[in-house]
Structure formats: C-alpha cells, structure tokens
C-alpha cells in the first residue's frame, strides 16, 4: 500500500493521498524553457482514470490528446492553443480538452492534470 493510502472495506480501493512535492517529476519538454510532468494517480490505482501534475517553465509542447482531458492551475498562468485558439488559464480556472485535439502547452503554471480512459497508452499501442 502506498503513503497516504487507507484501507478501506473487502475488495474495496484504498483511499489515497498524494502530495505533488513528493512526486518523480520527468522532462517533457525545453530548452528554451522547461516542463516536468508527474503521474499521480497510475493505472494500478484506477483504471478508469489517470492524474497528475505539471509544471511549465516557459517551454512549448505540443501534442495531440488521445484521452479526454482536464486540465485546472494551481499557481502562475497556463497558455495553451488548442485548434488555434488561444487560453489562458489562472488559478481557479479549469479546461476541458477533447480527444483528438491538436494544442500546444505553455506559460509560467503548475497545474493538475486528470485524463480519460487512463490506460489510453495500452488502447494506442504506445505502451
């Protein structure tokens, strides 16, 4: 069982705390700029959805989403297109990205991140 997590009744799924400072952030992106992302929530906790973190440092990545994704800032500003349009996303603020959609990622922000279905690797064949 992992830190953080309560066991709960037969056959049920432990409750689980997670603290993003805890986390094994990877290099997704720069230079110029820089951007780490770290899985929170992984496939052996839910399958049915995926959550994480990130923090953008000025680098641009661009991707097309093969999930449904959820996207709220914690602290600074997230710039992101999507399909040529422009967002700025600050905290308290939350955007809904669609499957298949073509963005990029920018701007000054940890944020969180939630994606569905979680194991959209293995449905690609990338995993």
Do not use: C
């Amino acid at each position: 069982m992992s830190p953080g997590a309560k066991s709960g009744a037969a056959g049920k799924r432990p409750v689980v705390l997670v603290d993003q400072a805890s986390l094994d952030y990877t290099q997704r992106g720069g230079p110029p700029g820089a951007a780490w992302v770290a899985r929170a929530v992984s496939n052996e906790v839910s399958p049915h959805i995926g959550f994480g973190f990130a923090r953008w440092e000025g680098a641009e990545v661009e991707w097309t989403v093969l999930y449904d994704e959820l996207i709220f800032v914690i602290e600074g500003t997230l710039e992101l297109r999507a399909d040529d349009e422009a967002f700025r996303i600050v905290p308290g603020q939350l955007l809904w990205i669609p499957e298949g959609t073509g963005l990029v990622y920018g701007g000054h922000a940890l944020f969180g991140y939630v994606v569905r279905p979680a194991n959209w690797r293995e449905l690609h064949g990338l995993a």
